[in-house]
């Protein structure tokens, strides 16, 4: 069966029509800017059929326009897969902003392997395609610009060496446990030792400072040694089943599922294990980058930015830039903790290359001085670069020129873009990632910057409206 990308109008649909009605304004200015952009629903599409050999047939499934018009709608209401399919389904006028109209909506897994379908790469792009847009309809002209870094938060719990042990240890016994119900004839020779690793996780935990000093070496070596024994016990049930079939297809293919699971939080047990034996036993100080901080989500970062509030978060520190009007033009998810003083001069050459020029004003916190900054922004052409000094005794015509009356009004429209950060973190639901995967993340980054791109341009474009129906 072809796959019909946009199916034919229905009589309910007409009737709908008829009786007039409406979308909610934002969402129709939206809604008219995406179809006026068809680019963006071929890059979606792309992505959609990578992979497929034969993508013009099958049942009929989520078209490009179906993703993009959802993956918008549950970022601008910050609404789960479960809420998302059932607010789609409950009104028509959602139906109608997202294409389904008066066909069936689809269950909320469909969504979800839809959206994962989509790439880092595709939803930068359509960013780039939407402010290049509101370039040429005349919405924004690149002259302001104001960067920061903000930090959005694995779905991790605090990490402790006795927390990652017992997590290892429980993952790898119900693996393998998973594994013997899959075998015709189950697992021998393996012991689940979840329950004397939990006892040692909880001992540790529940220690007072004085109980440390006596108990805590101890503890660690029983926790530790449970651990080494349980992945040694799950290699060893590997090495036996590595040829060993299902009763069925399906089932070989769990297996071998399984198998590939196991090595991986195996290898990932290796790592805790080293990083833990290294700081309780040799009193080493563990470098931040060698940490593992989840075996759940292991390209986790922990980020140290001084705040009294949160001294640690575990998470990326993301790079965003802000227009004059609110569009982020720029964002990049960061590896580690980079200082914020190297973010200034690949900044400006992005946005030469997005507005054609340099911003006349540039204007960013304290974080982001250094002298090799203030150079390039005057080479780069920025008359107005509002950095403040990080530090040290200022000069005389330093501090005159942060008296200034420019200065300082280029450091109060740089806070605007705290207030841009608090939107998306609680409009967007960009302050912690339930998605797993580094890719994932960092689509979930681009979904929630496009959503607000979009209301940006649409709240723009109605206001142009309402001043020519003035004029």
């Known amino acids: 069966m072809a796959r019909v990308p946009d199916p034919q109008i229905t009589f309910a649909d007409l009737e709908f029509m008829r009786q007039g009605v409406r979308l909610d304004p934002l969402l129709q200015s939206i809604s008219d800017f ?36 959802s993956l918008t709608l549950q970022r601008v209401k910050n609404w789960d897969y479960r809420e998302l399919r059932e607010r789609i389904a409950d009104g028509f006028t959602l139906r109608r902003f997202t294409g389904f109209m008066s066909r069936s909506v689809p269950k909320h897994d469909a969504f979800h392997r839809a959206f994962n379908r989509l790439t880092p790469k595709t939803l930068e792009a359509i960013n780039n395609a939407v402010v290049q847009a509101a370039v040429g309809m005349g919405l924004e002209k690149g002259n302001k610009l104001r960067v920061d870094t903000t930090v959005v938060e694995t779905d991790i719990h605090h990490p402790t060496d006795s927390m990652l042990l017992w997590d290892t240890v429980r993952v790898v016994c119900r693996l393998v446990k998973q594994l013997g119900e899959l075998l015709p004839r189950g697992i021998t020779g393996f012991i689940n030792r979840t329950r004397s690793a939990r006892r040692r996780m909880q001992e540790i935990q529940r220690m007072t400072p004085q109980q440390r000093v006596a108990r805590q070496l101890s503890r660690y070596r029983q926790l530790i040694g449970t651990t080494e024994e349980v992945i040694v016990d799950a290699r ?231 001043r020519r129906r003035a004029a």
Do not use: W
Not at 48 to 67: D, I, K, Q, Y
Not at 359 to 386: H, M, W
């Open 236 to 466: 060893r049930v590997l090495e036996k089943t590595k040829k060993v079939q299902g009763a069925a297809i399906l089932s070989d293919l769990a297996i071998e599922a399984l198998h590939k699971e196991i090595e991986h939080y195996c290898a990932l047990g290796d790592q805790v294990i080293s990083q833990a034996s290294r700081r309780v036993f040799g009193g080493e100080q563990v470098a931040a980058h060698e940490k593992l901080y989840s075996i759940f989500e292991p390209h986790t970062d922990l980020i140290k930015r001084g705040k009294v509030a949160k001294p640690v978060e575990f998470g990326h520190k993301v790079f965003l830039a802000e227009s004059a009007c609110g569009l982020i033009t720029q964002y990049r998810v960061l590896d580690g903790n980079p200082t914020d003083e190297h973010l200034i001069e690949p900044s400006l050459k992005r946005h030469k290359r997005t507005f054609g020029q340099a911003p006349a004003l540039l204007s960013t916190d304290r974080g982001f001085y250094s002298e090799k900054n203030l150079e390039a922004c005057d080479r780069a052409g920025v008359l107005i670069a509002s950095i403040p000094q990080r530090g040290g005794k200022k000069t005389p015509e330093r501090e005159a020129r942060e008296k200034s009356p420019g200065f300082k009004k280029a450091q109060r429209f740089r806070a605007g873009i705290e207030g841009r950060i608090s939107v998306l973190f609680r409009g967007r639901g960009m302050k912690r990632c339930l998605a797993k995967g580094r890719t994932r993340f960092e689509l979930f980054v681009g979904a929630a910057v496009l959503a607000n791109n979009l209301m940006v341009i649409a709240n723009l474009l109605i206001k142009r409206q309402k």
């Open 34 to 69: 995406i179809d006026d952009q068809p680019a963006l629903i071929e890059r979606v599409r792309q992505d959609l059929e990578r992979g497929l050999r034969f993508p013009g047939t099958g049942r009929n499934g989520l078209t490009a326009r179906h993703v993009l018009r």
